[in-house]
């Protein structure tokens, strides 16, 4: 991309006003694209948004032999995996750059040619997140690891994969869904505790079943999988993305704003919603969307800790942190899944936020950061007014956060590495406009 147009010029002070519409999941839509590589024969994936990533996956699995038909417009994505192949290696690696999504490839590559190549792995630098559970998780399954192999990470599987008991010592989405997709083609059953159950986690469990897998969910975390012989096609709606509706919203307060989101729906951001009418943001449910507002007068102070679901979840909490630094108050946020989530503040503090990093748990939550000497704890004290300055993106969630904090600023603002933000807010330049926001 032409480094100039990788920039976004914002003229900021200006409420965001109108209706706008969010498609499906970043982090289901992708894992849902994988799991049709368990199933010769025909998958259709509708409600798809036109992200980065969606195209990452597509061409990653067209390097593997699967036909892939993206239909942006309508967003369905019709994938054909007929006829699966081991990839170049060097061709991987060249996309691996941009996406922590190879790995997952792992359990439906060794179901369907008996071997796997898992190269180098990217993604947002938000902290640590280890791959160590995935590998372990396939060990346990059966796969033989190579990681000594000079490209990358080399799994077969001389014996087939077979159901075992596993634990995870923490609820990692991603370890959690590298189990179900290698699961559930393994002879004999398979016992996971410890999982992540996500709406995302959940809507992939839902496409497994319609494919043919036998999956059940006790409340204690624990899913339970009888390995089937062969999977089919599916067809599948995608649930909606509740973090995008969730950073519009926080954009609403943010702007002093009213934005109607299309598409938002309220299971999966009930824990959400209890945290904005705290602060004093306004919201109406109906049966086409959510619609956020600020309703005048004072923001209040509040205090948040990030969790697995049915927590707050950790990426709600950027977007939020810059409508707080308007709140009237001292409010605390306690990061307790990524330990390097607040490097995003150190613009907001340059555009005159008053944030303080404690490397302290400023909460009541166990977490696994205690004494490790990471800042993931965070104060912010308000109202202070922000200013527009150059800043760079950090990350995919932080950078739609300093989007909406130069949109929040007064005067001009230069928000560089804006591509980052493609990668899983559909259209967000197109939205902007809709919403009256002054920026080119």
Request: net charge negative; proline share 5%.
């Amino acid at each position: 991309m032409n480094p100039e147009e990788d920039v976004l010029h914002v003229e900021g002070g200006k409420p965001l006003n109108g209706t706008i519409k969010v498609r499906g999941a970043k982090n289901f839509v992708s894992k849902a694209m994988v799991a049709a590589l368990l199933a010769p024969g025909k998958s259709v994936l509708k409600n798809v948004p036109e992200i980065r990533d969606v195209h990452v996956v597509s061409d990653l699995l067209r390097l593997h032999g699967v036909e892939v038909d993206v239909d942006g417009a309508n967003g369905i994505v019709t994938i054909d995996a007929s006829h699966v192949q081991l990839a170049d290696v060097a061709d991987v690696d060249t996309l691996s750059g941009s996406s922590r999504i190879p790995i997952l490839f792992s359990g439906p590559l060794v179901h369907r040619l008996g071997e796997a190549f898992i190269p180098a792995l990217g993604g947002c630098n938000i902290g640590g997140r280890p791959i160590d559970f995935h590998l372990e998780t396939l060990r346990k399954l059966g796969a033989t690891v190579d990681k000594e192999h000079k490209d990358g990470i080399h799994i077969t599987a001389p014996n087939g994969l077979h159901g075992a008991k596993i634990h995870l010592p923490y609820p990692s989405v991603g370890a959690t869904e590298q189990t179900l997709l290698a699961a559930v083609l393994a002879e004999g059953k398979t016992e996971l505790s410890g999982a992540a159950t996500e709406p995302e986690i959940m809507d992939l469990v839902c496409v497994l079943q319609k494919m043919g897998a036998i999956i059940s969910v006790d409340v204690d975390r624990t899913f339970r999988i009888e390995g089937v012989k062969e999977l089919s096609g599916y067809t599948h709606t995608s649930l909606t993305d509740r973090i995008e509706a969730a950073s519009w919203a926080s954009a609403a307060l943010a702007t002093h704003g009213d934005i109607f989101v299309k598409g938002a729906t309220q299971p999966e951001m009930i824990t959400f919603l209890n945290v904005f009418r705290k602060v004093g943001g306004k919201f109406e449910v109906t049966d086409k969307g959510i619609r956020f507002w600020h309703p005048g007068g004072d923001l209040k102070p509040v205090a948040i800790e990030t969790d697995v679901h049915p927590g707050f979840m950790t990426d709600w909490q950027q977007p939020l942190v810059v409508a707080l630094t308007q709140a009237n108050g001292l409010s605390i946020v306690h990061e307790t899944v990524y330990e390097n989530r607040f490097g995003f503040t150190k613009p907001l503090v340059q555009m005159g936020a008053t944030i303080q990093l404690y490397r302290e748990c400023l909460g009541s939550l166990p977490c696994r950061f205690q004494q490790r000497n990471y800042k993931h704890s965070a104060v912010i004290f308000g109202p202070t007014p922000l200013t527009g300055r150059d800043i760079d993106v950090p990350d995919l969630r932080g950078g739609f956060s300093h989007l909406i904090a130069a949109l929040a600023a007064s005067g001009p603002s230069d928000v560089h590495g804006i591509s980052l933000i493609d990668r899983g807010y559909a259209d967000f330049r197109g939205k902007l406009a809709a919403l009256g926001a002054d920026f080119d």
